[in-house]
């Protein structure tokens, strides 16, 4: 059974920056596109950054330029570094192998970690 396990929120001031880390045990990630998402309250989750496994990286138009996303197959990690962070990205993060056609997540969620944006 694979098992994700997310780390690295907290409560940031607008402007700054986090570096989440996922890691992913019970399957390897190489052959897979993997994710971030995001749900914030009453909210639906939103993929917030793609990588497929040949490292082409792909963000909604809210997001470009501020978040990047990157993995590590020989430690089965992916990480999101999120800078000039506003209130609005406030929410849990999440990060999930990403299905093909409809981009849900693949496998079960983790817990994810909690990113809080405010003075």
């Known amino acids: 059974q694979v098992q994700l396990v997310e780390s690295g929120g907290g409560l940031v001031q607008p402007g700054g920056s986090l570096r989440l880390s996922c890691a992913v045990s019970?399957?390897?990630?190489?052959?897979?596109?993997m994710g971030w998402y995001r749900q914030a309250p009453g909210k639906r989750r939103e993929m917030v950054a793609r990588i497929t496994s040949g490292g082409r990286t792909m963000y909604p138009d809210s997001i470009k330029g501020r978040f990047t996303i990157s993995r590590d197959s020989a430690k089965n990690t992916v990480s999101l570094q999120m800078n000039r962070l506003v209130p609005e990205d406030t929410a849990v993060y999440y990060c999930?192998?990403?299905?093909?056609?409809?981009?849900?997540?693949?496998?079960?969620w983790g817990q994810g970690t909690q990113v809080t944006v405010s003075s």
């Open positions: 999930n192998a990403v299905r093909d056609i409809s981009l849900q997540g693949m496998w079960n």
């Open positions: 019970g399957s390897t990630i190489s052959i897979y596109s």
